[in-house]
């Protein structure tokens, strides 16, 4: 810390008195700012910067409590040895929001007294801090909260990647999420790192040992992932305006748009010398975007007279990039990071493709995939290039999905920017930024897009052109739910709750789909989808149980009406149920015996797990179940299987596992890979694995009614020798 020119010496902590007399001292905390201020001015100057402080905002609270705050905040930020202190003069803000957090919690919880907080009362905040993370509300960039402060900022994340375990680590955790927790927690952290000099002063640390074996950036992590568990799915009547707004948009609003910006652009920077004649340019410009836009909210409320054309046109086009990009997260549900990847090559050919779009032929031919290349950063030392299945068409067709749609939107808008833009870099960029509020024509002015941005400009998006508050507000009443929605109109609304919308999509349309989830997330695992995006509120709850309820219904009759004998273990268990199944369906169709098969599974309480390669009824033999066993763990109790050790072979081995049809095109697959595996390999014994998965692929085919391969897998024959 630099410390100031003024004559006044701020207070030494090694000479730490008690506190009541240190209060009665009012010492000088820096050149300009004395104890009993209400705001503290640090010594210290970043170039650029306002000069740093603390505005200590406790009202409320008791005069002994706020003095300790206070200490705390000097023994972090006043200088020690060497004139270095624990906390840059930077981090001050930081330690405000969390210091004015950890007052306000002792305030509602009635401590008193640092010295009351002990490791019961940490329990306590625990659960206080889990709740404010998991409210669908917007506290998470609340005036309280500062933005990023670059290099000059703490960066509370620095630890995550180590302390974090890998279970958690794929989750995708808003940034701000992680934020929010990760500092409101470091205030436990910062009474144990200063314990000794709040004990010269008076004041007792007992919350001790709180991060022994954990680090304040694991933990947050956790919570955070917690947070976002219980975060309720965007419900459908908050998707279905937005999405349905954004749509119109890429018609000819996109179209105009477009025009207007180049016409705009192609009129140059104002001219002094000539004033009238631009300016009536433009006008005339604006004027026939009103004309065509008619009626379109922003530009109603921009509209006031004297307004700057290029202010007009510049909204315009953000608010159609707006359209894009929410178009693009709830149809490919990518992280943010990823949205802002995307690169293209220059174009002029507004009929070709942007070349960040490939389209393949799918296996059979029948359809063409739409596959979008991107980067992505998650668990990546440095961006690596990935791509996202989009979209897909019937073969020879010249339909679009509205995802490529708007890629192409984005690709057209910005190509103007993209031309003039200063870096080779931002001259790949699919989306860019500008400085101003205006239309900018100095290339200084392009910049990247942000995450921050695109967040904020979507959620201005949905209240001011959705208006999604005046679309709740019937509904409101007898929803509860939708009120957060409707009394912020939308500006409540993440981005990864987008992500997880187009997972309860998919999962609507085919539960299982979850590992073809799994990839287009670019998870580590399975069990990181499953256990991070399976909806853990009430409706979503009922919603799932539905569809496996559903699900399991089309398994007993199939299994019934089936004349192959039994291959997993749950189906030899059914067996000796066919008698009552027999009776249940009457000779019925599916349809008609659907209610008597529901009420039979609802009487025996069973549940159904489904997975790529089959399905789990656990409550037949939880104590059973092969997953729980191989990990140690043998319990009547369990209610569904470990999804961590859930595997094929494991799974074929278990009393719990059924198979229906739907299976057939996994084990299908899974017999010519490894087939293929085995007879590229020599068949050497170092491959016999890929045999005998691909002979018990082939016996699963075989029951289950599916087009068996001619070709036998040979058991016994295996070559002797070295694999090189």
């Not at 305030?107 to 625990?126: C, G, H, P, T």
């Not at 008609?592 to 309480?605: K, S």
């Amino acid at each position: 810390m630099i410390s100031g020119s003024s004559k006044h010496q701020p207070l030494n902590l090694r000479d730490l008195e008690p506190l009541a007399e240190l209060v009665a001292r009012d010492p000088w905390i820096s050149g300009r700012s004395r104890w009993s201020d209400k705001r503290w001015y640090l010594d210290g100057k970043t170039p650029g910067r306002a000069p740093f402080s603390i505005h200590w905002r406790l009202d409320g609270v008791n005069a002994e409590l706020a003095n300790e705050l206070k200490l705390l905040a000097a023994c972090l930020l006043l200088p020690r040895h060497a004139d270095i202190a624990l906390q840059k003069f930077s981090n001050a803000t930081l330690i405000e929001v969390a210091l004015v957090y950890l007052a306000r919690f002792m305030v509602e919880e009635r401590y008193e007294s640092i010295s009351d907080l002990d490791v019961a009362a940490f329990a306590i905040f625990r659960r206080h801090l889990e709740g404010a993370a998991s409210q669908p509300f917007d506290i998470l960039t609340s005036d309280t909260d500062p933005e990023d402060d670059g290099d000059e900022a703490e960066d509370f994340s620095s630890q995550a990647g180590s302390d974090r375990d890998v279970a958690a680590d794929d989750i995708e955790v808003d940034r701000p999420t992680f934020n929010f927790v990760s500092l409101r927690l470091k205030p436990w952290s910062w009474l144990h790192q200063v314990q000794g000099d709040l004990g010269r002063a008076g004041v007792t640390v007992n919350a001790v040992g709180l991060f022994e074996s954990r680090t304040v950036a694991s933990m947050a992590m956790q919570m955070s992932s917690e947070g976002l568990k219980r975060l309720e799915d965007l419900p459908d009547e908050v998707i279905l305006p937005i999405i349905g707004e954004a749509h119109r948009l890429m018609g000819a609003p996109a179209d105009q748009t477009i025009w207007v910006q180049d016409e705009y652009l192609r009129i140059g920077p104002r001219d002094l010398s000539i004033p009238f004649q631009t300016t009536d340019k433009r006008n005339r410009l604006v004027n026939f975007l009103d004309f065509k836009l008619d009626g379109e909210r922003w530009l109603q409320e921009s509209g006031a007279a004297g307004r700057d054309p290029g202010m007009r046109v510049a909204e315009a086009v953000r608010t159609i990039r707006d359209a894009c990009l929410i178009i693009l997260n709830a149809g490919i549900g990518w992280r943010i990071s990823e949205a802002a990847s995307v690169e293209v090559e220059p174009m002029s050919d507004d009929t070709a493709l942007p070349s960040c779009i490939e389209i393949r032929p799918s296996s059979s031919g029948t359809n063409e995939h739409f596959w979008l290349k991107g980067y992505l950063s998650k668990n990546q030392r440095k961006p690596t290039p990935t791509e996202w299945l989009i979209g897909a068409r019937v073969s020879g067709s010249d339909a679009e999905p509205m995802t490529v749609r708007a890629v192409r939107v984005l690709e057209r808008l910005f190509r103007p920017w993209r031309e003039n833009a200063p870096t080779p870099f931002l001259r790949r960029q699919l989306v860019l930024n500008w400085y101003n509020s205006s239309i900018t024509f100095d290339p200084q002015h392009i910049v990247e897009i942000r995450a921050e941005g695109m967040r904020t400009s979507a959620q201005a998006f949905i209240e001011r052109q959705v208006g999604l508050a005046e679309i709740l507000k019937p509904q409101v009443a007898s929803k509860p739910g939708l009120a957060p929605y409707y009394e912020t109109g939308g500006r409540c609304i993440r981005p990864h709750q987008w992500r997880r919308a187009f997972h309860r999509m998919i999962f609507r349309t085919n539960p299982d789909l979850g590992p073809a989830i799994s990839r287009h997330f670019k998870h580590l695992s399975l069990a990181i989808t499953e256990n991070g995006y399976i909806a853990r509120s009430p409706a979503a709850l009922e919603e799932s149980e539905a569809v496996a309820t559903n699900e399991l219904v089309r398994l007993l009759y199939e299994r019934n009406e089936a004349d192959t004998p039994a291959v997993a273990g749950a189906d030899r268990i059914l067996e000796r149920h066919r008698a009552r199944l027999s009776e249940i369906i009457d000779g019925d169709e599916l349809d008609n015996a659907t209610d008597r098969l529901r009420g039979f599974i609802e009487h025996a309480d069973l549940r159904l797990w489904p997975a790529e390669h089959g399905s789990c009824l656990i409550g037949l033999n939880p104590d059973k179940a092969a997953c729980h066993v191989r990990g140690g763990r043998i319990d009547w109790r369990v209610e569904e299987p470990n999804v961590e050790r859930r595997n094929p072979g494991l799974c074929c081995s278990c009393p719990n596992f059924i198979l229906g049809k739907a299976d057939i095109p996994f084990w299908q697959r899974r017999y010519e890979e490894n087939r293929t595996a085995w007879e590229r390999s020599g068949k050497i014994e170092a491959f016999r694995a890929a045999r005998d998965r691909a002979h018990q692929a082939r016996t699963i085919l075989a029951h289950l009614g599916a087009p068996v391969p001619a070709d036998e897998i040979d058991q016994t024959e295996i070559v002797r020798g070295d694999h090189r």
